[in-house]
């Protein structure tokens, strides 16, 4: 049974900075590329981070420079280290198992997402 269990949000102010963890179970997670996602009100769910299983990363261009995802295969473990929060930062971050498409495009790999974890940055 997938399991996906995500932590560390909170309430931040513009320019702090948090730390997520997202512990896995169920699921292979070393041969797993893994990725955070967030989901701001009213908006779609978008693709923050990636990180291959060979450590190699990926960001989304809004959080270039700010976020940086690591993870831990002992641990089965992926964190996101997020730097000089913005409001626009803002949403529910969850994780996930990433698949490649035939377009060379990150999707999620299962169904079975975790309750999230949310992140408020407010002035």
């Known amino acids: 049974q997938v399991q996906l269990v995500e932590s560390g949000g909170g309430l931040v102010q513009p320019g702090g900075s948090l730390r997520l963890s997202c512990a896995a179970s169920?699921?292979?997670?070393?041969?797993?590329?893994m990725g955070w996602y967030r989901q701001a009100q009213g908006k779609q769910r978008e693709l923050v981070a990636a990180?291959?299983?060979?450590?190699?990363?990926n960001y989304a261009d809004s959080v270039k420079g700010r976020f940086t995802i690591s993870r831990d295969n002992a641990e089965n473990t992926v964190s996101l280290q997020m730097n000089s929060l913005k409001p626009e930062d803002t949403a529910v971050y969850y994780c996930?198992?990433?698949?490649?498409?035939?377009?060379?495009?990150?999707?999620?790999?299962?169904?079975?997402w975790g309750q999230g974890t949310q992140v408020t940055v407010f002035s």
């Open positions: 996930n198992a990433l698949f490649t498409n035939s377009f060379g495009k990150f999707l999620p790999r299962y169904n079975s």
């Open positions: 169920g699921i292979p997670f070393s041969t797993n590329v």
């Open positions: 990180i291959t299983t060979g450590g190699t990363t």
